[in-house]
């Protein structure tokens, strides 16, 4: 039963997703999948991320040099701060900004999503750096 199969794999995934605020990545994702459903392939996890990415429900956030790395798509648009030093991601409430103009772009463009990314340091990094060795 294939299909069943399938369908029990995607419901893991997208539970580990909605569990999580980490924006973890494939690896990550395949270990929390694998203690539910033991004989889970992580290119199986893969192709599932894939195909809930092509769904809409799941989208991908890209560092060059870092594994892609995965996030639920709440109800509630929100932006990114991601960390330079230790690599976090924060999720940003969309309604705490104040909007973004969308007029004046080229190509008579329409927006129909934004995403922004706050790159910093995050409270934890800067604790750190400031301790005196
Ligand atoms: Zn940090
Ligand atoms: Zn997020």
Do not use: K
Request: hydrophobic share 40%.
């Amino acid at each position: 039963m294939a299909m069943v199969r399938q369908t029990r794999q995607r419901a893991a995934v997208i539970e580990v997703l909605q569990a999580s605020r980490e924006h973890p990545d494939a690896s990550a994702i395949h270990a929390a999948v694998r203690e539910r459903l033991p004989s889970v392939s992580l290119g199986t996890v893969y192709r599932t991320l894939d195909a809930l990415v092509r769904d809409g429900v799941v989208v991908t956030l890209e560092r060059a040099g870092q594994a892609t790395r995965y996030d639920w798509r709440e109800g509630t648009a929100h932006h990114h701060a991601v960390c330079r030093t230790c690599g976090q991601i924060f999720d940003v409430d969309a309604a705490a900004l104040p909007g973004v103009p969308s007029a004046n772009l080229p190509g008579g463009f329409r927006v129909t999503d934004i995403h922004l990314e706050f790159m910093g340091v995050c409270g934890d990094c800067q604790a750190s750096t400031n301790q005196t060795p």
